[in-house]
């Protein structure tokens, strides 16, 4: 079932068009998350179906009411903010307890939730803590904390681990995890950390300038990337461009000194530009049997990560493909001549949308 | 021991002391040391130094001054005058301060502005026959209640006057300091609490209020010692009918009575001084519960 729904909803600051026709469905119990660089538009979004942004068009519905003309403080939402927001003249258990208090719980009651959720987040025996003296992982604790003892239809939350190490990121991404399968609430997590949406999604859609590129599962996103924004936003790939001619069952796409072939079903029928996906992990260094693909190239640059190495290697053309190999053996030095092979089945056929940065 | 520890501050850099010293000097010049000298001075003169009634050294004026009910009649009436003041000014202060923050259109950020600091801009005796025009019975004011077949309310010569001509004058000092407070509370706090559930009222009770009130106190401070010393405004809109302590001490100035000034201008100051230290501690107190 939906919990949550928006049907070509768009938000328009002055000339500014910040969310464009958005459609997005979110289903009960799910983690969902909505990933995208800064300023494309997920805050816009999330405070859309918190009630502190009206949209300017489109339908908003939650648990199948339309919510674009119900305030705010009447909607069965809670956000966890960016910045937090944790009252400051208030200690742990009045800022947890802020919301039960205004429903006019008796007190009991309020105690009882309060520390029941102090259990879940792990802070028993902070309640008469200052929210300022906590440190930033025990705040977010208390934030979440804050938000979740209402019993949201929907807990959304706006990049609420960003500004914590990385350490501490790991672990709390854990326990966010433990708690939404545990309470079975709804999440709606904004990130603009592809690891972190894969990490903890059920199902995530990229955003881009506004649009949503595509919705799917983490695997879907990765393996079956629709644009090649997506595909370059999650995790890295090269990305081929080139026109499609057909033979024998088999398309070709050309592409400066690449030449890539794959199955024609694999490729789009029409005669346009297609754009192919070809992630790192797929390219083979030294192939020991023929692949249907294959080119030579020298090392550019070598990036050790532990697990894996990640080659920058040169073609003939000048132009760089990323390719990503088990540390198995020790790493090839830069300057080494080898050569690349991929099977038919590796380069995947995308949508051409705008690339995303390369952030690292 | 070591060559560094051994190494003096020395060549050009002055050391802490002189420094702070450089830093606090002037002030200290301009405010302390006077200040202490008029308290020697006019507690001197309070024990009878500069004798006018031929009674010799002592507490002689200090008991005149308190044995008088009269006097203790007007301390009181004049502490209730700046608190009234106060309380209305800080009402009409806070909505203010609440709207100019709001105000995103530059032009109207100056115009806002200017009106209300253009009190401060107006000589104080020109204002304050500007309300004595208005406010008498046949004044302005009055005139239009007429047309609505109200009044004539008698608002000079009497407490009425004296507090609206102060509040004008004195709104602005107390808009600032909350307006600067206002500034500082992020707008997330009050998305906070609608989020969970507040109503808009809720929301400053809770959360605004809490949270500006230090700027709210410190509003209150000056209104109320700028006001418990005026006495400008008191004497020409109360015309005489409305004695405050202020007043009292001027006029005996004016009648050089040393003695009896010293003593009232020290009960002036140890009166602000009670009600600040009270209103300090509110703040200390709401302080604390904000745990900063
Ligand atoms: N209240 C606002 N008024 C005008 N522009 C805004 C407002 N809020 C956000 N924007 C603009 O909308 C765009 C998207 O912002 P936001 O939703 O915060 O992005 P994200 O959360 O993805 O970083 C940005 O260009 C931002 O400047
Ligand atoms: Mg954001």
Not at chain 1, 129 to 149: D, K, Y
Not at chain 1, 245 to 266: N, W
Request: hydrophobic content about 50%.
């Amino acid at each position: 079932m939906a919990d949550v729904v928006l049907k070509a909803v768009e938000k328009v600051f002055g000339s500014e068009r910040v969310v464009k026709s958005i459609d997005l469905s979110v289903n009960q119990g799910e983690f969902f998350s909505l990933l995208g660089p800064s300023g494309c538009g997920k805050t816009t979004t999330l405070r859309m179906i918190a009630g502190l942004e009206t949209p300017t068009s489109g339908d908003l519905l939650i648990r199948g009411e339309r919510m674009n003309d119900v305030p705010i403080n009447r909607r069965p939402t809670n956000l966890v903010f960016q910045k937090l927001a944790l009252f400051p003249h208030l200690d742990v258990f009045d800022n947890i307890a802020f919301g039960l208090k205004l429903k006019g719980l008796p007190r009991p009651e309020i105690a009882r939730r309060v520390d029941d959720m102090l259990d879940v987040v792990s802070l028993a025996g902070f309640e008469r803590r200052r929210v300022t003296e906590l440190s930033g992982g025990q705040q977010q604790r208390v934030a979440i904390a804050r938000a979740l003892v209402n019993a949201p239809a929907v807990l959304l939350l706006d990049e609420p681990l960003g500004a914590l190490d990385l350490k501490l990121q790991l672990r709390l991404q854990r326990e966010l995890k433990r708690i939404q399968r545990s309470t079975g609430t709804t999440f709606i997590y904004v990130t603009h950390n592809q690891a972190e949406a894969l990490t903890l999604s059920d199902r995530l859609a990229v955003m881009n300038e506004g649009r949503v590129e595509q919705i799917g599962s983490p695997a879907d996103m990765y393996l079956h990337s629709a644009t090649s924004f997506v595909a370059s936003f999650i995790g890295r790939t090269n990305l081929i461009a080139g026109e499609a001619t057909f033979a024998g069952g088999e398309a070709r796409v050309t592409d400066g000194a690449l030449s890539v072939v794959l199955d024609d079903a694999d490729a789009p029928a029409d005669n346009g530009r297609t754009v192919l996906s070809l992630r790192p992990e797929r390219i083979v260094i030294a192939p020991k049997t023929p692949m249907a693909n294959g080119i030579d190239a020298t090392v550019a640059e070598v990036e050790f990560l532990g697990a894996t190495v990640l080659y920058r290697m040169r073609i003939a053309d000048g132009r760089i493909l990323f390719v990503q190999a088990l540390a198995d053996t020790p790493p090839l030095a830069e300057g080494t001549a080898v050569r690349l092979g991929w099977g038919k089945d590796a380069a995947v056929s995308i949508r051409s949308t705008t690339v995303a940065e390369d952030v690292e | 021991m070591s060559a560094v520890a051994a190494a003096p501050a020395s060549g050009r850099r002055l050391s802490r002391g002189a420094r702070l010293g450089l830093l606090l000097g002037p002030g200290f010049i301009c405010v302390v040391l006077p200040f202490v000298a008029a308290m020697a001075l006019l507690g001197a003169y309070s024990l009878n130094l500069r004798d006018t009634t031929g009674a010799g050294l002592g507490l002689s004026v200090w008991s005149q001054f308190l044995g008088d009910p009269f006097n203790w009649r007007v301390i009181w009436s004049s502490v209730q005058l700046a608190a009234l003041s106060t309380v209305i000014t800080i009402l009409i202060a806070y909505p203010t301060a609440a709207a100019l923050l709001r105000v995103r259109n530059r032009f109207y950020l100056v115009v806002a502005y200017v009106a209300l600091f253009s009190p401060l801009l107006v000589s104080v005796i020109s204002r304050s026959y500007g309300w004595l025009l208005l406010l008498s019975d046949t004044g302005f004011v009055n005139q239009t209640f007429g047309l609505f077949g109200l009044g004539p309310y008698r608002m000079v010569f009497n407490e009425t006057g004296v507090i609206i001509a102060l509040v004008h004058v004195l709104l602005p000092y107390a808009v600032l300091p909350i307006l600067n407070i206002m500034t500082q509370v992020p707008p997330v706090y009050r998305e906070a609490a609608l989020d969970l559930g507040a109503s808009g009222w809720t929301v400053f009770r809770q959360v605004t209020l809490p949270l500006t009130l230090p700027g709210v106190i410190v509003a209150a401070e000056i209104i109320f010692a700028l006001s418990i010393s005026a006495f400008v405004t008191p004497s020409l809109l109360g015309g005489g009918r409305v004695l405050t302590l202020s007043r009292m001490l001027y006029d005996n100035i004016g009648l050089i009575e040393w003695g009896m000034a010293a003593v009232q201008a020290i009960v002036l100051l140890t009166t602000a001084l009670a009600v600040l230290f009270v209103l300090e501690r509110v703040n200390r107190a709401t302080h604390a519960a904000r745990q900063d």
